[in-house]
C-alpha cells in the first residue's frame, strides 16, 4: 500500500512538473498556486533533484515579486487575478528555497533569491507588528479572519 502511494505521488509530481509546477492536471486548474506548491516542496525535493526546475519558477517569483515585497497567490500571474495573498501563499518564496538548500545542499538557490526573501521577510514583519492581539482582546481580523472572502468560501 506504501508502494502505492509513492508511485501515486511521482505521477503527480510527473504531471504536474511542466514549465511551472501546477495545482492539479484533473481539472481546469493548471495553475502555479505558491501555497500548494510551498506544501509539495518537501516531498518533491525528495523523489527526484528539483534544482534546475524550482530555480527557474524562484526567477519567476522574483519578477512578479512588489515593490513591497509580497507576492501573487499564482505565478505566473494570469492577468491580474489573484493579487490578494499573504501567509501561506507568499511563505513560498522562503520555503522553497530553504526545501531545496535542505535536501540537495546546494546554497545557490539561497544566494540567487536572498534579497527578494529579505525583502518579503521584512514587509512580513512590518505587517505582523502591526497586527499583533493578545489573547484577551483580538483584533477584528483575529475573531472573522474569513469575513472578506466568505461568499467564495460558502
Known amino acids: 500500500m506504501i508502494d502505492q502511494l509513492v508511485r501515486n505521488i511521482r505521477w503527480g509530481q510527473r504531471g504536474n512538473f ?44 522574483r519578477d512578479a515579486q512588489r ?28 520555503i522553497v528555497p530553504y526545501t531545496v538548500w535542505r535536501a540537495t545542499g546546494d546554497t545557490r538557490i539561497l544566494r540567487q533569491n536572498w534579497e527578494a526573501m529579505r525583502r518579503w521577510s521584512r514587509r512580513s514583519a512590518r505587517r505582523s507588528s502591526r497586527r499583533t492581539a493578545t489573547p484577551t482582546a483580538p483584533s477584528k481580523s483575529v475573531r472573522r479572519p474569513f469575513t472578506r472572502w466568505r461568499s467564495a468560501w460558502t
Do not use: C, H
Open 18 to 61: 511542466l514549465s511551472i509546477p501546477t495545482d492539479t492536471p484533473a481539472r481546469d486548474e493548471r495553475l502555479a498556486w505558491t501555497g500548494d506548491f510551498a506544501v509539495f516542496a518537501t516531498t518533491a525535493s525528495r523523489y527526484q533533484d528539483t534544482r534546475a526546475f524550482l530555480s527557474k519558477w524562484m526567477d519567476d517569483l
Open 67 to 94: 515593490p513591497n515585497g509580497n507576492l501573487p497567490a499564482i505565478v505566473p500571474q494570469p492577468r491580474d487575478y489573484f493579487d490578494v495573498t499573504g501567509v501561506g501563499w507568499s511563505d513560498a518564496f522562503i
